[in-house]
């Protein structure tokens, strides 16, 4: 069974930084994509950025490009999203999310299968 952990979430000032911890068990093969999803109050839960396990591949969503970079430690299966100049629009909730049987990138929250619990990423102005 795939279970999925984030940590690293915390307040912070605008233009600082963060890095959110994505650790991984269950996997049984390298075809899988790990997605970084965000959850603002009263608004609907977007992609942030996706890594493909087997390819790197990765995606990041326009809103954080050039500002936060995905990667991924196979020593102990730990994917991070490094998070810099952070904005207050940034606020939300950060999930992490899985998806196994694939060498693609996915951007659909919906063809994720596994979630993690989500971690509160606050950036005060």
């Known amino acids: 069974q795939v279970q999925l952990a984030e940590s690293g979430g915390g307040l912070v000032q605008s233009g600082g930084s963060l890095r959110l911890s994505c650790a991984a068990s269950g996997f049984t093969s390298d075809r899988y994509t790990i997605g970084w999803f965000r959850q603002a109050p009263g608004k609907e839960r977007e992609v942030v950025s996706c890594?493909?396990?087997?390819?790197?591949?990765?995606y990041y969503a326009d809103s954080v490009k050039d500002r936060f970079t995905i990667s991924s430690d196979d020593r102990d299966n730990t994917v991070y999203l490094q998070m810099n100049s952070l904005k207050p629009e940034d606020t939300a909730v950060y999930y992490c999310a899985g998806v196994t049987g694939v060498n693609w990138i996915l951007t659909s929250q919906y063809e994720y299968n596994y979630w993690g619990q989500g971690t509160q990423v606050t950036v005060s102005s």
């Open positions: 890594i493909n396990a087997r390819t790197s591949s990765t």
